[in-house]
């Protein structure tokens, strides 16, 4: 529930749609369809040739609808005459030529109007000649255009665009399909609605209309295909942001209801840059430097004023107008912009006329919330008598002298808050538009709110525990993998701890002391980090916990707690405490986009400053609310006995309370085998439409710290979104590991959306079950659909595949600028992928709380595009949008009707998020081969670089064996061999970080399954640029003499598979000999830990039965454990002493690579000699060889080589450090495998 977005979402169903039509666009066209303030309409010039009558027809229309339509007639000699055609229903209007043929004349003055209407009789194929200039006037008005049929088909074809001739047929019909909704939705539901869903047939006309179709394979770039005859034929489709081809000559007599609401929606779209949304009113500026603002710089140097553009411009056009006086500060829609114009701006100046289409002052009530100007004021904003908490935030370019010296004349006691623009005062109610008429302020709000927060499965349920692999003995616990360690964490929230109590699970580990007040704090910093060391003592289920059960995410995390924030408190963490991420469990606004959000974005961005510190970027997690069944904050109504009516705020749709965009926003999961939603998770959009919540986690039944000795569970959004901020901790805490420094916000935003588990409850669904519980929106349970969903966001966090994704590199950061505006890569795409994902997200400058609280605060618009080798361009997802209701007094439900509106996601263009994520999925098999990626800047209106993070499937992994022809011998079914599966990542794609793709992997990265049979993965080792794994299958489940497949899942990033490689025979018994090389060489680049790494891999191998030696050698040979069968004792005793023997050695003395190939060759000899089935030695060395007996000798190769003996050689250290061909050979000539 929310606000209506005025010009964006009206509702009117599509089972309506007639009877809501005729009264508003049919018979006399009596009214306006169009509900908005207007101080200025849309200008529109129709360009005709004869076809007067048809002229006017559209002029009627347009008039009708809020457009103010003059025709022209221009000459046209060499094409047919057409005979004038009078509308039996629509009476010719009178009053400024509007509806009435004008007289034929050489060029109209386009400076006049604000968007040109092309008739189809102005030209027929290549021919558009009306009259010398024509073509050339309407290219230099920048005014966007609407070819109608043939006409405007030959003038687009005479500028050589893609919608004009030749790309087009003749087409005759009275419908037109629905195309690319994502992209052409507002053609269906601006001002009109016409269509909730793509494919959606249409009758336009009421009889079979001749007209052109533009045959399209893929989208143009910036481009709309709205509507489509047949498939790839586009009868109306715009190219660019000017030119829109309505491929249809027919007058408006001709149409539907639908077909004419249909044109003034189409109209409405290229006219849309037109409209300035404020927060309190919308209107359409005409054209021109106001009087009123040149009148008032009479008497000052400059002033601050509303500035629309012609277009958004270049940096070069930017500064031209700032030479002229015109300084731009703040995009806000469109092509508008709050500036500064100085006094000495001349209106004549031909930068500004030919950059400026308007130019206005503010009016006080443009810069005050209008809530307050109505006189409603928060409870907690009361300051005593009618003084009230305000908010004050100045324009960027003053000096903080003069802010301070217009607060003295209204509010002497202000003091700084949130950020150094902006200050918070207490005033008298009647004094607040005074204050807002002071040129200086720009935004005044209530503020700022007080702290409202929102009311041990979790670590296995998002694969926390697969991170931290933790190893607990005897009351105490090892992190085998991440703790959080190095990462400081800020909760802001009611503190942790109290004056008298100091829960053990924190000791050591706070950065500062802020007492709790309530347990909220306490519990959500529990969440994040608690350590759990009081899991026995107090267990929360009056028994039976384990030790360190109640640990959270990053249980060795620093701990900083604040109350609520400002710039002052983060310059403190992030500054002073090195804090990388924050957590925030309470209202962040109301649902509208305020000063804080806007702050919020700042922050996270690294845009915001305090006392002169700039404040570096950091990622920031907030709960999305829990306003999903009934509203706990934001309410406007009380129930019998004083309490806040549940009813009377922000609840189902549109209920999300932390509105910025840069943040990561957490909704709460139950804690399940399908992760249920929770009925109280506040679900999106955002009262601009934006996708939130971002992810999900568990959200109940979450046993952590209490402000006493023990624990407690509670549910919400609060807990979910600590559970985030935790994983967050442990994402930096590998980043600081791989690459050093701070990650940016955006790249951990974008991994953990990459790897987050897509969530569905879908009635399509096998087994689907509804919610027990409705929507208050639309009266029915939820569901939500495959990929990105109100309810859901993208879905759940998984720790593992997000830690995954931040060690494996799988993320490219770039930036995008006015200079470069496209940032491109090619991705190779392997034999048998059969999917593929990327996601793209930014940390966008922050948006303007003074727009209307449905306008998109969008900032720097960028686009991702995937391309495959066949040249399909693939788009990202966006969810249609829901309809809106008038929510100011609070209550009243969206009007959303669960089957059609809540709709899957479709792709197209998104123009509201700065997330967006492209999939591509077909079971047969993606194309092999390039596949380009782009990042596209589609608008940067301030002129700024903009910084960029796009995770995605960038490497693939490759068995490198064994494989369809090199078999792994599995052994006895019943009794399987270890198998040894080696792995290759490949980089598909240039620019990636990390020298080495698998050097930082761990065994838990991997999933390994055989004939679709989860194989158990015992360890794993990086042995160069590949990754070995010792698999064993599982025992019991296959054939003896048969071949299976294998496959292999690298967690979030790719799969590879292996048909009919792995055998499975009578068991064999082996005799193995391990040979390390522990020579003085072996000293440098860490090769004796790398052989002793693949050492211990190979020992562990081995089966019972099989015979096991260590042997090592330099200019001598030593035997530490010579050889001994494995027995069946589980604690396998054998193969720890081998491991032992392994670790035992230090690099001494020279390298006799034959000694020790002799001493092994002893070994694996030793009676019986039919012992076992094979003979194998594994000779582990940098191939430094420099004394006898060498290798390559009678008294060596001769000995081994007429032998069954198998070598395989393992090569340590880097090539130019050792003599690796040399093994390499060795292995050659003995039937083995050589690894480097």
């Not at 190219?239 to 929606?265: C, H, I, K």
């Amino acid at each position: 529930m929310s606000i209506l977005r005025a010009l964006r979402f009206p509702v009117l169903l599509v089972s309506l749609l007639v009877f809501g039509l005729i009264a508003a666009i049919s018979g006399n066209y009596a009214g306006s369809a169009l509900a908005q303030e207007t101080s200025g309409t849309v200008r529109v010039a129709i360009v005709y040739s004869t076809a007067a009558s048809d002229a006017a027809s559209y002029a009627a229309l347009l008039n009708a609808n809020g457009f103010a339509a003059q025709t022209f007639a221009v000459e046209a000699p060499d094409l047919p005459q057409q005979p004038l055609q009078n509308p039996v229903y629509l009476p010719m209007l009178a009053g400024s030529g509007a509806g009435q043929a004008a007289q034929a004349q050489a060029v109209p003055d386009f400076s006049q109007f604000d968007l040109i209407v092309i008739a189809a009789d102005t030209g027929a194929d290549d021919q558009f000649s009306p009259e010398a200039g024509l073509v050339e006037a309407i290219q230099n008005s920048g005014l966007p255009v609407v070819g109608l049929g043939a006409g405007g088909y030959a003038f687009f074809g005479k500028i050589g665009l893609s919608v004009g001739y030749p790309n087009g047929a003749a087409i005759s019909t009275t419908s037109v399909q629905v195309t690319d909704f994502g992209d052409s939705q507002p053609y269906y539901t601006t001002p009109n609605a016409l269509a909730s869903v793509g494919d959606e047939i249409l009758q336009i006309f009421d009889a079979e209309q001749a007209g052109i179709a533009i045959s399209l394979s893929e989208r143009l770039p910036e481009g709309v295909r709205v509507a489509s005859s047949a498939a790839g034929q586009y009868a109306i489709v715009k190219e660019g942001q000017r030119y829109l081809l309505w491929g249809f000559g027919a007058s408006p007599d001709a149409m539907t209801d639908t077909g004419r609401a249909l044109f003034v929606n189409s109209l409405q779209q290229q006219a849309a840059k037109l409209n300035v949304s404020l927060r309190g009113r919308a209107f359409t500026p005409g054209a021109g430097i106001e009087q009123a603002l040149l009148d008032a710089l009479a008497s000052v140097d400059s002033l601050h004023a509303l500035v629309q553009l012609d277009h958004l411009p270049t940096p070069e056009e930017e500064k031209a107008l700032a030479d002229a006086g015109i300084t731009l500060l703040d995009f806000l829609n469109g092509t508008t912009y709050s500036a500064t114009v100085n006094k000495s701006v001349d209106p004549q100046n031909s930068t500004v006329t030919t950059l400026v289409r308007w130019a206005g002052l503010f009016q006080p009530a443009d810069k005050v919330d209008p809530k307050i100007v109505a006189g409603v004021f928060e409870d907690w904003a009361d300051a005593g008598g009618d003084n009230v908490k305000l908010l004050v935030r100045f324009f960027e370019d003053v000096p903080t002298e003069t802010a301070e010296a217009v607060l003295a004349k209204f509010a002497p006691s202000a003091s700084v808050a949130h950020a150094e623009h902006t200050w918070a005062i207490e005033l008298n109610k009647a004094q607040i538009l005074n204050l807002a008429a002071e040129d200086a302020v720009q935004w005044i709000e209530e503020g700022p709110a007080p702290l409202r927060t929102f009311n041990d499965v979790t670590r296995n349920e998002l694969n926390v525990d697969a991170v931290q692999s933790p190893t607990v003995s005897a009351g105490s616990i090892y992190y085998n993998g991440l703790d959080g360690s190095g990462v400081n964490v800020a909760i802001f929230d009611t503190g942790i701890n109290t004056p008298t109590f100091s829960h053990p699970d924190f000791a050591g580990r706070l950065l500062r002391t802020f007492n709790d007040t309530n347990g909220h704090g306490s519990h959500v910093a529990g969440i994040v980090g608690a350590s759990g060391a009081q899991s026995v003592a107090n267990c929360p289920y009056g028994g039976g916990c384990t030790d360190f059960q109640m640990r959270g995410m990053a249980p060795a995390v620093g701990l900083a707690p604040y109350g609520g924030w400002n710039a002052g408190t983060m310059d403190d963490a992030v500054n002073n405490l090195g804090v990388e991420v924050s957590n925030h469990s309470y209202v962040m606004a109301c649902g509208m986009y305020d000063n804080t959000a806007q702050n919020v974005d700042q922050l996270v961005r690294g845009q915001m400053t305090s006392g002169g510190n700039a404040i570096p970027a950091h990622t920031m997690v907030w709960a999305a609310a829990n306003q999903g069944t009934g509203a706990q904050w934001c309410t406007t109504g009380t129930l019998p006995g004083g309490g806040a009516d549940p009813t009377t705020g922000p609840r189902g749709y549109y209920s999300v309370l932390s509105p910025a965009k840069n943040q990561i926003v957490v909704g709460s999961l139950n804690p399940s085998s399908n992760f249920a939603l929770r009925p109280s998770s506040s679900r999106g959009p955002t009262w601009d439409g934006r996708l939130k919540p971002d992810v999900m986690a568990i959200g109940c039944q979450q046993s952590t710290d209490n402000d006493s000795p023990g624990y407690r569970s509670s549910c919400g959004t609060s807990m979910a979104s600590p559970s985030v901020a935790g994983i967050v901790a442990l994402m930096t805490e590998q980043y600081h590991s791989t690459f050093g420094g701070r990650a940016l916000p955006s790249t951990l935003k974008a991994i953990l959306i990459q790897t987050a588990r897509d969530l569905i409850h879908d009635p399509a669904q096998a087994g689907f079950a509804e919610y027990g519980w409705n929507d208050p929106d639309t009266g029915q349970p939820v569901i939500f659909h495959a990929g990105p969903d109100w309810s859901t966001g993208y879905g759940a966090v998984d720790a593992q595949a997000a830690v995954a994704g931040v060690r494996g590199g799988n993320f490219i950061e770039g930036t995008v600028s006015p200079a470069d505006t496209v940032e491109e890569y090619t991705f190779t795409m392997p034999a048998g992928r059969t999917d593929v994902k990327f996601t793209l997200a930014w940390d966008d400058e922050p948006g303007n709380p003074a727009l209307a609280i449905t306008a998109a605060q969008l900032v720097n618009n960028l686009d991702l595009e995937v391309v495959d080798p066949n040249g399909t361009l693939w788009r990202p997802w966006v969810v249609p949008a829901l309809p809106q209701s008038n929510n100011l007094a609070g209550g009243v439900a969206d009007p959303i009707v669960r089957a059609t509106h809540v709709l899957p996601a479709v792709r197209g263009v998104d123009n509201l998020n700065n997330v967006e994520q492209v999939t591509v999925n077909n079971p047969a098999g993606l194309p092999v081969g390039n596949w380009t990626i782009r990042v596209r800047a589609s608008a940067l209106p301030n002129n700024n670089p903009q910084r960029f993070s796009l995770a995605g499937d960038f490497r693939t992994l490759n068995i490198v064996e064994p494989q369809t022809g090199n078999v792994a011998e599995a052994g006895d079914p019943n009794n399987p061999n270890v198998i040894l599966v080696v792995l290759e990542a490949v980089n598909a794609v240039t620019g990636l970080p990390g020298a080495s793709t698998l050097q930082d992997a761990v065994p838990g990265d991997f999933t390994v399954t055989i004939d679709g049979q989860a194989a158990s993965i015992l360890n794993g080792l990086a042995v160069g640029d590949q990754y070995w794994l010792n698999v064993r299958p599982q025992s019991g489940v296959y054939a003896g003499g048969s071949k299976y497949d294998l496959e292999v899942q690298w967690t979030g990033f790719g799969n590879d598979s292996e048909t009919r490689a792995v055998l499975f025979t009578e068991r064999e018994v082996t005799d193995r000999a391990v040979v390390i090389d522990y020579s003085g060489s072996m000293s440098d680049y860490d090769k004796m830990g790398a052989a002793k790494n693949a050492g211990r891999l190979f020992v562990d191998q081995s089966l019972v039965g099989d015979r096991v030696a260590v042997v090592g050698f330099s200019t001598g040979t030593v035997t530490p454990y010579p050889l001994a069968e494995v027995s069946a004792d589980p604690g396998q005793p054998e193969l720890n002493a081998a491991k032992a023997a392994i670790d035992s050695f230090t690099p001494f003395d020279l390298t006799a690579i034959g000694q020790g190939l002799l001493a092994g060759q002893t070994e694996v000899t030793k009676a019986p000699a039919d012992f076992s089935v094979a003979d194998v030695i594994i000779l582990l060395s940098d191939g430094m060889e420099n004394v006898d007996p060498r290798y390559d000798t009678p008294a060596v190769k001769g000995v081994i080589e007429p032998t069954d003996t198998i070598v395989h050689t393992v090569a340590v250290g880097p090539s130019n450090a050792g003599m690796h061909a040399l093994l390499a050979d060795i292995a050659d000539d003995n039937g083995g495998e050589s690894y480097v």
